[in-house]
């Protein structure tokens, strides 16, 4: 397939982040997918939210499976790197280039065909192995490229562009997260940008593993009225569990003031947080709560979104496994093959 570039004639007024890029030097190549398919406007999220964190596009690693949205990462971060790998097997790849290179922030965008069906099993270990990167679902509940077959997402009783009912429960891969250990879990919206930005950033600067399932209709084969993964459905469905958004390392803040008081605060920006201390009956640090949240949800036919579930103690893999600061790729041949010796005494150990 012919990927068509974008013009490198940049306007000279766009704004510069804080290490002099604009967002046209995040972007990719130009998109062949559906016009207003909404994994576009995931793409043009994970643009905004990469330029924003002012990170240099070559220490991304955008990674992906088989599908329409994993086609996607042709479309941000053009000066990455990235791998394109098996249908269901970009966990495997994820895994291997995360303990190659712990420096690197990775990016994966994955489908409801590539981790729900033919890739489920890779992705529940990914999760409990707490691979460091961020994982996003751009969720239709339809295999687009393959002219519109239900996938394992789609909910009971949805039916197909045709009329044809789904005979088979959901997988849910918010549940399905929370329920194997994701320090990290949120759900939004393609068509909602205010909400999802926020949550891509948070997710890359996530120590461990952090899922973002992305309801992303697909505008040929599942944005009609009876698809429960339609523009339509999810706007006039979605319940906001948490307005959230993202602020990057600085020297902490703490304030004290009682329930039901109000608090002024400086923020590292230069703008002032207003803080009004209520009763919020919702805990995003609880994953037993969550999940039954999300459940309780489906029951009634909502979608819930937001950040549903952060772990106030994340850890990774290399923390979990004991490996060096230093990026495996990194080290000298004499510290990856110290010889015969070396390997003689540890088997030695295990007798």
Known sequence: MTYVSKPEIHHPLLKVNEIGLNRRNYEGSVSTLCAGCGHDSVSAAIVQACSELSIPPHRFLKISGIGCSSKTPSYFLGNSHGFNSVHGRMPSVATGANLANRDMYCVGVSGDGDSASIGLGQFAHIVRRKINMLYIVDNNGTYGLTKGQFSATNDLGSTSKKGAPTLYSPIDMV?????????FVARSFS?????????????????????IDVIS?????????????????????????IDADVVLPHEEITVDYEPGTSESVNMPDGSRLHLNKLSNDYDPF?????????QEAQERGEVVTGLLYVSRDPHDCHEILDTTDIPLNALEESVLCPGAGKLADLNQSFR
């Open 175 to 183: 549940s399905i997260a929370l329920q194997i250990g994701a320090g």
């Open 191 to 211: 068509g909602d940008k205010r909400q999802l930005v926020p949550l891509i950033k948070a997710g890359i600067m996530h120590k461990g593993f952090a899922f």
């Open 217 to 241: 209709p697909c505008v040929l084969f599942n944005n009609h009225a009876g698809s429960t993964k339609s523009y339509d459905y999810v706007r006039e469905h979605t319940e906001h569990v």
């Open 286 to 294: 609880d994953r037993v709560k969550a999940l039954s949240h999300v």
